[in-house]
Antibody
Framework: QVQLVESGGGVVQPGRSLRLSCAASGFSFSNYGMHWVRQAPGKGLEWVALISYDGDNKYYVDSVKGRFTISRDNSKNTLFLQMTSLRAEDTAFYYC???????????????WGQGTMVMVSS | DIQMTQSPSSLSASVGDRVTITCRASQSINSYLIWYQQKPGKAPKLLISAASSLQSGVPSRFSAYGSGTDFTLTISSLQPEDFATYYCQQNYSPPPSFGGGTKVEIK
């Protein structure tokens, strides 16, 4: 079945870096745009980044521009989020999520992973 | 950026009750409105897209309406498995934005 599995979360000091991964299975990963969405503990949902199916187009929420980089390896069905200069306010569960339509970006999320927790603390 | 406002932020209801959640956009988003359900410790689940189209497998007790700036999600007869937090999200114009959520609790 369609599945997304995130990994790479953990506790990190402010200013340090972390790389999240999302392993996809059960669908043609290379045909779909992919997102990262985060949720601070006890809070609501915040979209973080989108990468197009072919990796050519990338978009970010303003608060992470210049610090986070979304990428993908279609040969390995894996999505990444490289996070640098981490701040306390980046503390959240990070979910990878799939676009519902192949080859297009409609800014919706039809399949979500289980999430990986990132805590930024000294 | 488009702001999404949900109300109420929480509600208490009993099994069998009819429940309505509202979502308002800061500008017109036509019908580019999505509803998600999130249970504690779980990822969100897509329930409804295009303001009123139920995803496959979503029970018919869920319905949603609206266009422009005002939207509603209704659960006609609340079931035990419906106790969760519900979020609306606009996909009219990037960046996509979510409402603050409505937590449906057991009375």
């Amino acid at each position: 079945q369609v599945q997304l599995v995130e990994s790479g979360g953990g506790v990190v000091q402010p200013g340090r870096s972390l790389r999240l991964s999302c392993a996809a299975s059960g669908f043609s990963f290379s045909n779909y745009g992919m997102h990262w969405v985060r949720q601070a503990p006890g809070k609501g949902l915040e979209w973080v980044a989108l990468i197009s199916y072919d990796g050519d187009n990338k978009y970010y929420v303003d608060s992470v521009k210049g610090r986070f980089t979304i990428s993908r390896d279609n040969s390995k069905n894996t999505l990444f989020l490289q996070m640098t200069s981490l701040r306390a306010e980046d503390t959240a569960f990070y979910y990878c999520a799939k676009e519902p339509i192949a080859g297009d970006e409609v800014w919706a999320f039809d399949i979500w992973g289980q999430g990986t927790m990132v805590m930024v603390s000294s | 950026d488009i702001q999404m406002t949900q109300s109420p932020s929480s509600l208490s209801a009993s099994v069998g009750d009819r429940v309505t959640i509202t979502c308002r956009a800061s500008q017109s988003i036509n019908s580019y409105l999505i509803w998600y359900q999130q249970k504690p410790g779980k990822a969100p689940k897509l329930l409804i897209s295009a303001a009123s189209s139920l995803q496959s497998g979503v029970p018919s007790r869920f319905s949603a309406y609206g266009s422009g700036t005002d939207f509603t999600l209704t659960i006609s007869s609340l079931q035990p498995e419906d106790f969760a937090t519900y979020y609306c999200q606009q996909n009219y114009s990037p960046p996509p934005s979510f409402g603050g959520g409505t937590k449906v609790e057991i009375k």
